[in-house]
């Protein structure tokens, strides 16, 4: 005895049956599930490697170089050169002082470290790494401390942007800020790299991932990784902070997670990387959720 199998007309849906999302023609195709990540405060280091590249970069297109002479050396301006009717400039080292190689594999000393004829680039170098170390480690509010820090970035630059850093160090006591093409270098390359490890490689090892119905969390390097319900879930995008989520973030901001049913979880991630639209993301996900039981039951 066989029973008839109901037949339904190409592109209906049965009753009972949700119907499946399916993108308009050139459309975005919907979210499978959206990770987030949290990253540590060395992310915001970004500027300072980046500062290096370039002020190495600019102090080798400078063309000048560094001598390395004993304490005393004086120079002696418009000398003839010995076979030449040409005039020099002259260093003349003390009585009994030589001029030390310039490195310290080789016996020549003749100057070749590659450094800028002026203080810009090491003042702006340096202007960088404070205002990143103060940006990392203390927490701006306010309309007032914006407007502060953005006026010394802003006339810091100007400065540098006349060449007028080395008459304003000249007036604070002569100080001197250079350094040459492979001291930016060895600052650059060793933080980059640490930089880079950290953001793409150990920072993943704590992470959030939602899928429709599902939460995966893994809060700690070492921690197994825990799946909850998205039942109850809350999720809140923080950015109380202009300079280090906007500024150095690019757009960043903390997330408070708090999970409901019996794991009941509550903690944060640091730093997330683009939170606003992963935030829209997130909810259109768990929204499509919602709407799936009500389609069934229709």
Known sequence: MSSAVPTYPVGSVPPGVAPAAVPLSGGPVPDEEIRVYGHSNLFYWWPVWAVAFLMAGLTFLDGHVMAIVPRGTMVEQGQTAPGTDKTRDVLLTPPGETVPPATATSSDPSPRLRVAANNNYGVVFTGVLLLVVTITNLTLRGLASVIAIAILVILGLVVALFGWWDQVLFWLGGVDVRMNAGGYLAIGIPLFLIWAFSTFIY???TYLIVSRGQVRIRREIGDGELAVDTSGLLLEKKR???FRHWLLGLGSGDLHVKTGGPANLDFELNNVL??????????????EKEIAPQAATA
Do not use: E, P
């Not at 683009?274 to 929204?287: C, E, H, T, V």
């Open 240 to 242: 109380d902070d202009l």
């Open 203 to 205: 920072d993943h090892y």
């Open 274 to 287: 683009f939170i606003g639209s992963k935030m829209a993301r997130i909810q259109d996900l768990i929204r």
